[in-house]
């Protein structure tokens, strides 16, 4: 069969990395990709939220199976236009996506569901708002939309929640993003993703992982997308795993359903946990980035098997088998970002690194010009290793790192540090 993943980082690298290992796959497209899955697959020039051309490729490729990445198409409804075509799509319709579309649905979801989550209210008139985060003080003020993983803004005072309504509800900062602000309370504790395959009424958890949102060592300055994983969180035992999916995911999946909103796909949570008790962040509908760099890795079942289980409802009869090697991502980003950061770098001694043992070398913004692989992007690439042990698997992500060059680079020392024994792990 002919397999379509859309999207073009270090996320859709590592999905068609997988896809290709699958013994039912002919040939993997990927639309429009970046020139590291140009190795794996057939890079298509069409934008992943381009969705008539997407939808006409498909059926002019014979493309059995899609694979959707990044959230834009699905909020746009990029499963609808295909099922109204006939394919056979991975991923939520229009009407679920909505639960990372809109974080006022998805807090007022979780209310409906008995979802652990924080404290909250919804506005959308400024003055309400503004008056409410005066007296509330430290909080967290979210724009409702999407927001590219900007909208997000951590309070510690009264007067830092105030500029941040006045950002998101006044100057509109984010456009009709912004139309609603959500004030929550400020939770505090560890932060975990834990994404689970869904058909619409069986979910299956895969094994959890932490990401690094801060841009500097030691959890300093500002939001990222994301600057390295590692899987599994030290604390996440069996009976964590049984707690996730009993109160969140399990909750999730019949809510949905009730409300005629069928969730088929990846439902990413991002949880809090302190202790024994866990609540919900947010809600995403698609695989992490760079969470599916540490995670995929370690699935040893079918990828492409799990996606047509969800599409066609039959999860329930598939186990999920996981490696029990962890496994680190490190991503080396651009001079500058999260902010305005440099591109056309040259990139060197990919080779090399890839050849490393145990380490795949994820494409995230890269691009070709003259022959020669630049940067592109903000990440540019997610250096990743499997080992024996997460110390072992963290040693030689950053090995390979140490092979890699290109002018302003820059990267964390210390992820998956959290995980080593001395540090609290386990
Ligand atoms: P979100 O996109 O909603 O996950 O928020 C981005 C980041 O903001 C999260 O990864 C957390 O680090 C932080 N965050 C979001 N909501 C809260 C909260 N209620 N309490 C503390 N931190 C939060
Ligand atoms: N790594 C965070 C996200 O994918 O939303």
Partial sequence: M???????????????????????????????????????????????????????????????????????????????EFEARGLKVFGPRKNAAVLEGSKAFAKEFMQRHGIPSAGFRVFSDAEAAQAFVKQKGRCVVKADGLAAGKGVYVCQSAAEALA??????????????????????????????????????????????????????????PNTGGMGAYSPAPFASPEFERRVHAQVIARALEGMAKEGRAYKGVLYAGLMVSGTQVKVLEFNCRFGDPETQVILPRLETDLVEV?????????????????????????????????????????????RAGKQPNTLVFHAGTSLADGKTVSSGGRVLGVTALGKTIREAIGQAYQAVALIYFEGMHFRRDIGKAALPQSGGH
């Fill in 2 to 80: 002919n397999v379509l993943v859309v999207g073009s980082g270090g996320r859709e690298h590592a999905l068609v990395w997988k896809i290709r290992q699958s013994p039912q796959v002919g040939e993997v497209f990927c639309a429009p990709g970046n020139p590291g899955i140009a190795q794996l697959a057939e890079c298509v020039n069409i934008q992943a939220d381009d969705l008539p051309r997407l939808a006409e490729f498909a059926v002019h490729h014979q493309v059995d199976l899609t694979v959707v990445g990044p959230e834009g198409p699905l909020a746009l409804g990029i499963v609808d």
């Fill in 164 to 221: 941040a309504v006045q950002e998101i509800l006044v100057e509109k900062r984010f456009g009709d993003a912004g139309n609603q602000v959500i004030v929550e309370d400020l939770l505090e504790g560890q932060e975990v993703s834990v994404l689970a395959f869904c058909d619409g009424k069986t979910a299956r958890l895969m094994v959890s992982a932490q990401d690094h949102k801060r841009v500097f060592d030691g959890d300093q300055g």
């Fill in 307 to 351: 996606a047509l289980a969800c599409i066609e409802g039959r999860l329930d009869a598939v186990e999920l088998r996981w490696g029990s090697q962890p496994c680190c991502c490190v991503v080396l980003a651009s001079k500058g970002y999260p902010a305005a950061y440099e591109k056309g770098k040259e990139i060197s001694g990919l080779e």
